[in-house]
Nanobody
Framework: QVQLVESGGGLVQAGGSLRLSCVASGSTFTFNTMGWYRQAPGNQRELVAVITSGGTTNYADSVKGRFTISRGNVKNTVYLQMNSLKPEDTAVYYC????????????????WGQGSQVTVSS
């Protein structure tokens, strides 16, 4: 069973920086994609950034130029470097990962982390 463990959330003033980490354990495979979503109170969960195993990245327009997603040297680890944070970035950030289900099928399985609170004060 794959587990995603997140770390790095917290409270920061506007203009500050935080780095989120996500480690996926329990799979013999390398992820297909790993990324971060966020959900603010009263809002739907939205994509923040995603990276493929090949290194292709995609960002929400609202974070382009401020956030950077990257793979770690440790297998199945990703980071989200968040700079120039704004109060509107305040949300619970969830790590998401997609893995192959097995070597016998193209079916994939999706996993979610427990969520990390990021609060940006004005």
């Amino acid at each position: 069973q794959v587990q995603l463990v997140e770390s790095g959330g917290g409270l920061v003033q506007a203009g500050g920086s935080l780095r989120l980490s996500c480690v996926a354990s329990g799979s013999t495979f390398t992820f297909n994609t790993m990324g971060w979503y966020r959900q603010a109170p009263g809002n739907q969960r939205e994509l923040v950034a995603v990276i493929t195993s090949g290194g292709t990245t995609n960002y929400a327009d609202s974070v382009k130029g401020r956030f950077t997603i990257s793979r770690g040297n440790v297998k199945n680890t990703v980071y989200l470097q968040m700079n120039s944070l704004k109060p509107e970035d305040t949300a619970v950030y969830y790590c998401n990962a997609e893995f192959p289900a097995s070597i016998w099928t193209r079916r994939t399985v999706e996993y979610w982390g427990q969520g990390s609170q990021v609060t940006v004060s004005s």
